[in-house]
């Protein structure tokens, strides 16, 4: 498989010939293209997936369901809030804090949102309350949810995280294939 990082403020013709949409991340698999971030990591999981993060309980769905719809607006809402300028950002914060309340109560009493060790669930949903806790995060770690930081920083600092996080230069027609992974 090859890898093309995106510029998003730069999205190469190339690039929206294959996704219209302009979204992030995308597969073409060859035989399909995949936009959606959670059908993109359950086809890569359904290619190799050793730690068998998708033997999650339908509850695991639910969760991602919930990350994706109520708690993704609120994150829009607040770290885009220039683009929402009729939107109150205190009320869409206490949208998140709703959610992440909820992850909080579950991660008071498992390592894990679903038990003791990641799923699918952890993985999908991590990125989005790390992107809502970088918009302010001395705001964020002042609201008590001692059990969602706990499993966030965890996740930062682990090897698994350094490893995702590799840069590339973005990708231009005719450049030189980066091989994933």
């Not at 510029?7 to 996704?19: E, I, N, Q, V, W």
């Not at 695991?60 to 809402?77: N, R, S, T, V």
């Not at 770690?141 to 995280?161: C, H, I, M, P, T």
Request: contains cysteine; proline residues 6%; glycine residues 4%.
């Amino acid at each position: 498989m090859i890898l093309r990082e995106i510029l998003l403020r730069d999205k190469p013709g190339a690039f929206l010939t294959t996704s219209p949409k302009g979204t992030v991340p995308v597969i073409d698999t060859g035989a399909e293209i995949i936009e959606e971030s959670r059908d993109v990591m359950i086809w890569a999981l359904a290619q190799n997936d050793p730690a068998c993060w998708l033997n999650m309980p339908d509850s695991g769905h639910a969760l991602i369901d919930e990350c994706d719809g109520p708690f993704k607006k609120a994150l829009d809402h607040t770290k885009y809030a220039v683009r929402y300028p009729d939107v109150d950002i205190a009320v869409e914060r206490a949208k998140a804090m709703a959610f992440l309340a909820t992850l909080d109560a579950r991660l008071s009493e498992t390592e894990f949102l679903l038990g003791q060790r990641r799923t699918l669930a952890d993985m999908a949903i991590l990125p989005f309350v790390r992107q809502f806790a970088n918009t302010d995060r001395n705001w964020f770690d002042a609201q008590g949810l001692a059990a969602v930081a706990r499993w966030l920083d965890a996740f930062l600092e682990s090897a698994d995280f350094a490893a995702i996080m590799t840069k590339y230069p973005p990708w231009q027609e005719g450049q030189d294939a980066v091989l994933f992974p």
